[in-house]
């Protein structure tokens, strides 16, 4: 059953798979080529770390992403069929969701194994400055749990009703519209504040997608 599932899955997400692959191999080889590190006198330690720093948004976008894709598409062959196949089954439900959460999981690897490889091949063909250091699987581990946890949340909010899905994805668009209207104009919103703060910072739960995501550091 779980190879059923895999493959009516893969041939749901195989084009956004695909496309996050090759993204996730790009992202680490372009960092090097825009830092410039390949004429290390050109660049302060400061200027090479703020430059890597930078790609931290594309990195953090493509796990959130891949995760809200892969989560909501998990149960869309069961939302189109009203739910009648998973409970014609002769399986336990909890199960039969634990086969569902495994198959979006193992999709998520290829990715993150893609962003591992190229982040070794980005590395290996520089010669780090002194006093720099490459964490390629480190940030290949980030990008795993980053992309997992995207997942896991939309995948549970997706198992309910289309349109509950679609509530609580526009109330959490919505609070982060907000807040980024609110902070352009100068407005100090301090629940909205506050409330972003403990979900983004440690050892909040959303830490991960806003922390320090470094292929070079010291």
Request: charged residues 10%; contains cysteine; aromatic residues 12%.
């Amino acid at each position: 059953m779980f190879r059923v599932m895999l493959q009516s899955q893969w041939n749901w997400s195989k084009l956004l798979v695909t496309a996050a692959v090759i993204g996730a191999f790009a992202l680490p080889v372009l960092s090097i080529q825009e830092a410039g590190i390949q004429e290390p006198s050109r660049w302060g330690l400061a200027d090479l770390l703020v430059s890597m720093q930078s790609w931290s948004i594309w990195y953090a976008a493509l796990a959130a992403g891949l995760g809200l894709i892969l989560g909501n598409s998990a149960w869309a062959s069961d939302h189109r069929g009203g739910h009648v196949y998973a409970l014609s089954l002769p399986i336990a439900r909890w199960r039969y969701v634990l086969l569902r959460f495994a198959v979006g999981a193992v999709l998520l690897a290829a990715p993150a194994i893609a962003l591992w490889i190229g982040a070794l091949v980005a590395t290996a063909s520089i010669e780090l400055p002194e006093g720099l250091r490459a964490y390629p699987t480190a940030l290949a581990g980030r990008f795993c749990l980053a992309s997992l946890l995207a997942y896991s949340v939309f995948f549970a909010i997706s198992s309910g009703t289309a349109r509950i899905a679609g509530y609580v994805l526009v109330v959490i668009g919505g609070i982060v519209a907000a807040q980024i209207l609110l902070n352009a104009a100068g407005v100090n919103a301090d629940p909205i504040s506050g409330l972003m703060n403990q979900l983004t910072s440690w050892p909040g739960p959303f830490e991960v997608f806003t922390g320090r995501w470094m292929l070079i550091d010291v």
